[in-house]
T-cell receptor, first 112, second 111 residues
């Protein structure tokens, strides 16, 4: 079973920051939080991941709470092309057997 | 560009007729994964290869098999497709336990 819970859907206006929350209250100390997105009929696209510290790359920022029980993905300036299903995943397993257990994700709609 | 390639993008097969889906990668990753994604559902891991070692998920039906003849290629064989096997099949690769990168998927239709 997925170790994360996300709101099923969210809306955001184009050009604004999109903040997608994720709860992972049972995360273990050595488990990473990963974010992927899936645009309709395409394969999931890797966005970002983190363990304890906040992370930023060219696509997004990841804010992880100090107790690691929740995180927020931030798309700083959302565009229409960011409309997708966003999956927050806790990567489980040991080295060489890492698994991504997908939950239902958040369907993000960017409105003009 | 390094990538994960899946062919074909769309595959039509007949009920009970064996079908093979293929995945290749130019990333030289040692792990290759196969996921099944049914309509309006999240991807679900079927199995993965760590180098030549095959690792099956406990709830993957016996109807699904896989082969990995070399580092670059991995195949998904469905021995007797049923109507319930119609889905998008996603291949992903990773180096050890690191980030997985997905291909575009093959959408399978069973008639």
């Amino acid at each position: 079973d997925a170790k994360t819970t996300q709101p099923p859907s969210m809306d955001c206006a184009e050009g604004r920051a999109a903040n997608l929350p994720c709860n992972h209250s049972t995360i273990s100390g050595n488990e990473y939080v990963y974010w992927y997105r899936q645009i309709h009929s395409q394969g999931p696209q890797y966005i970002i991941h983190g363990l304890k510290n906040n992370e930023t790359n060219e696509m997004a920022s990841l804010i992880i709470t100090e107790d690691r029980k929740s995180s927020t993905l931030i798309l700083p300036h959302a565009t229409l092309r960011d409309t997708a299903v966003y999956y927050c995943i806790v990567r489980v397993g040991v080295w060489g057997a890492q698994k991504l257990v997908f939950g239902q994700g958040t369907r993000l709609t960017i409105n003009p | 560009d390094a990538m994960v390639i899946q062919n074909p993008r769309y595959q039509v097969t007949q009920f009970g007729k064996p079908v093979t889906l293929s995945c290749s990668q130019t990333l030289n990753h040692n792990v290759m994964y196969w996921y099944q994604q049914k309509s309006s559902q999240a991807p679900k891991l079927l199995f993965h290869y760590y180098d030549k070692d095959f690792n099956n998920e406990a709830d993957t039906p016996d109807n699904f098999q896989s082969r990995r003849p070399n580092t670059s290629f991995c195949f998904l064989d469905i021995r007797s497709p049923g109507l319930g096997d119609a889905a998008m099949y996603l291949c992903a690769t990773g180096q050890g336990g690191e980030t997985q990168y997905f291909g575009p998927g093959t959408r399978l239709l069973v008639l």
